[in-house]
């Protein structure tokens, strides 16, 4: 069932999991995602960049996409469509007007009351709609930023300032993760995690999942972590086993069968990450 995230990410905090938000890039992304996540009876989050939505036609296009996939392969788990990184309150509105169920404002390159004030306008259009909300406070970096670099760390004052003024439903500090691989050993500050969920109370969101060791993800559970955001890992898998195909199949040239290269090792992805994570066979209790 297409929802929002309130239920998903409320009932992760209490049952201490969390609930992946995978990036989708295309129509066999999203079938991939959708059948392995059901053959688990898990939840899932289908994550949507803008440059993901622009590639794919537009965030009509993805909701349509989404819809009847989920109509056409009989999806009954929990599923919520969700933007990633609206960097607008102009652009979540977009989402949000054709159909999403989620969106992340992410306003963290402006100043705190800046982001205090876009957050809030957007908290003001979603909740309405029964859409959820999900914003940033410092940054979390990116390939683009250098070698691990860009990370602002989140400041406990700033979540709880920020938080309570927008009354945003989920919150995603920066602490330590970057989006795309790792030049180096992730450093998550994990006492601030924790001091963060208890001052906020709000599910928290972990960016730039992929890369992040197994023990990491464990800890950053236990420290208040509901979500956790990957794209690089299923995009690294799935490329792997495309690679392959066209290495050893000199006569393939059907792009369905060389685009199916890659669903093995993106669905074994899938499951590692829901084995990991705690949610096989939980979208039932939901
Ligand atoms: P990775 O690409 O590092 O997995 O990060 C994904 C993400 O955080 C999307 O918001």
């Known amino acids: 069932m297409l929802e929002n ?41 289908l994550g949507v960049s803008e440059g993901a939505a622009r590639y794919m036609g537009g965030y009509k296009t993805v909701f349509g996409l989404v819809k009847n996939l989920m109509e056409y392969l009989n999806i009954t788990i929990p599923v919520a469509l969700h933007l990633d990184h609206g960097s607008s309150y102009e652009v979540c509105v977009e989402a949000i007007d054709a159909g999403f169920t989620s969106v992340m404002i992410d306003a963290s390159k402006y100043d705190l009351a800046t982001n205090i004030e876009i957050t809030k306008k957007v908290v003001d259009y979603a909740h309405p709609r029964n859409v959820t909300v999900e914003g940033e406070i410092g940054h979390i970096g990116g390939n683009e930023d250098g ?47 924790s001091e963060i969920k208890e001052k906020t109370n709000l599910p928290l969101v972990l960016h730039g999942g992929s890369g992040i060791y197994d023990d990491q993800i464990r800890q950053a559970i236990e420290c208040g972590i509901c979500k956790l955001n990957i794209n690089t890992e299923l995009q690294q898998a799935w490329t792997l086993g495309v690679r392959e195909k066209l290495n050893t199949d000199a006569n393939v040239y059907d792009p369905r069968k060389v685009i199916k290269a890659g669903e093995a090792n993106i669905k074994q992805a899938i499951k590692a990450k829901l084995e990991l994570l705690k949610t096989i066979n939980i979208a039932s209790n939901n």
């Open 147 to 193: 070698v691990n670099g860009g990370i602002l760390y989140a400041e406990v004052n700033d979540c709880v300032e920020y938080c309570t003024k927008t009354d945003l439903d989920f919150l995603a500090p920066a602490l330590g993760s970057v989006h795309g691989p790792y030049k180096g050993e992730p450093v998550l500050a994990f006492d601030r995690m």
């Open 5 to 45: 995230m309130k239920n998903m990410l409320n009932c992760a905090k209490n049952g201490k999991y969390a609930v992946a938000q995978f990036n989708i890039n295309n129509l066999e992304w999203t079938r991939f995602i959708l059948e392995e996540c059901q053959a688990n009876n898990s939840p899932v989050i």
